[in-house]
């Protein structure tokens, strides 16, 4: 079975210092990955997605994440982190079965100014 | 913006009762989601309809039910409803079905309080 596994249940960090998000997958063919970020309230918004190719993936924000096939991780990155980005983060891969989303337990960010 | 539309946003009810939930999915999208996030669940997928027909189910009890109408708009129904209903039930839309590397779009979600 495919799932994801996010480590922390917290990051905090500075203003202006490079961010890092983890996240771990295990899935029996080729992974289909993505993170999505949710503010106060709100709904989860689509950041950026790994599908082939580019190991180093672009997305919304200026976030970025780095797909490791060896190390299994997809881990969320921004290289000087806003107080805005403070929010709860998740990392989901698709199931391979049906085209539903299987997310991990979530990371929140928390960026002091 | 994402496209997708949920309707109540907020709902209060009492243990017993029977709710409805609506969703619209983004204008083209074949595939509607049910997502349950509570504080000491996450994120759990319940339900996925595609083109009105049930294509996925995830860990829905029985006492809750969904459908995909005609016009693609979804409905979850939530009945005999307990204090540990109380959560955030999201409806996703995708387009083509098989189309793994699509993303979900996610509407703001519907709020049900269970007093």
């Known amino acids: 079975a495919q799932s994801v596994a996010q480590p922390e249940d917290q990051v905090n960090v500075a203003e202006g210092n490079p961010l890092t998000v983890k996240c771990t997958y295990s899935?029996?063919?080729?992974?289909?990955l993505f993170w999505y970020v949710q503010y106060p309230n709100r709904g989860l918004q689509f950041l950026l997605k790994?599908?082939?190719?580019?190991?180093l993936v672009k997305g919304s924000y200026g976030f970025e994440a780095e797909f490791n096939k060896s190390q299994t991780s997809f881990h969320l990155k921004k290289p000087s982190a806003l107080v805005s980005d403070s929010a709860l983060y998740f990392c989901a891969v698709r199931d391979e079965r049906t085209d539903k989303l299987i997310f991990g337990t979530g990371t929140r960010l928390q960026v002091f100014p | 913006d994402s496209g997708v539309t949920q309707t109540p946003k907020h709902l209060i009810t009492a243990t017993g009762q029977r709710v409805t939930l609506r969703c619209s999915p983004r204008?083209?999208?074949?595939?509607v989601y049910w997502y349950q996030q509570s504080l000491d669940q996450g994120l759990q997928f319940l339900i996925q309809y595609y083109n009105g027909e049930e294509r996925a189910k995830g860990n829905i009890l029985e006492r809750f039910s969904a459908q995909q109408f005609p016009d693609l708009h979804s409905e979850l129904n939530l009945s005999s409803l307990e204090l540990g209903d109380s959560a955030l039930y999201f409806c996703?839309?995708?387009?083509?079905?098989?189309?793994?590397?699509?993303?979900?779009?996610f509407g703001e979600g519907s709020r049900l309080t269970v007093l």
């Open positions: 899935v029996s063919g080729n992974p289909y």
């Open positions: 996703a839309s995708s387009g083509l079905a098989g189309d793994r590397g699509g993303e979900l779009f």
């Open positions: 204008s083209g999208d074949l595939s």
């Open positions: 790994y599908i082939t190719g580019d190991n």
